[in-house]
């Protein structure tokens, strides 16, 4: 019986080594895809020029956080900003964002690239910050303005019955304004 289940543990581990080495390309492609259309997207769409990515890392709250900054242009060479991905743990788990900010710091857009949340409830976040949603955090500056939820007396308002992903949202993009100009606006 033993030997019996060793050869279809055996089998089956095959199996799936090699289905994940076939299909392991085409995933990655995807991811980069998304990421690239997710990079458009929070610049404001039209044609940009990204370059190569800045892992920058810092320790927020005693924890190591890491940002992926991607300096962006337009077609002309004319600087943009920067989309930035970053990740914080809401409700359900990571939740993994991207956004963009102009050369000031202010929010062009953002969008999520992964989450874990709560579907009808925490999931709400890709919508509810956008420009016409309840939320909406579009032309906001975090170190201008106050960049935290209503309920703890903040400008933004919270998703519904989902305060702690709206405020691991928002601290997420907080993190990444605070590493990419937070420096600078200390030197003013």
Known sequence: MAIVLTVIAVVAGGILAYVNSVTAPQIEKINADNLANGIKEVMGGGEVQVADPETQTATIGGKEKTFEVYAVSDASGKVLGNAVQTSENGFGGNLKVLVGFDPEGTILGYTILE??????????????????????????????????????????????????????????????????????????
């Open 115 to 188: 989450h874990a949340e709560t579907p009808g409830l925490g999931a709400k976040a890709g919508l509810w910050f956008q420009k016409d949603g309840k939320g909406n955090i579009i032309g906001m500056n975090p170190g201008k303005n106050n960049f935290t939820v209503s309920k703890d007396g903040g400008e933004v308002d919270a998703i519904t019955a989902s305060t702690i992903t709206s405020r691991a949202f928002l601290l997420a993009i907080k993190n990444a304004y605070d590493q990419l100009y937070g420096k600078n606006e200390a030197s003013k």
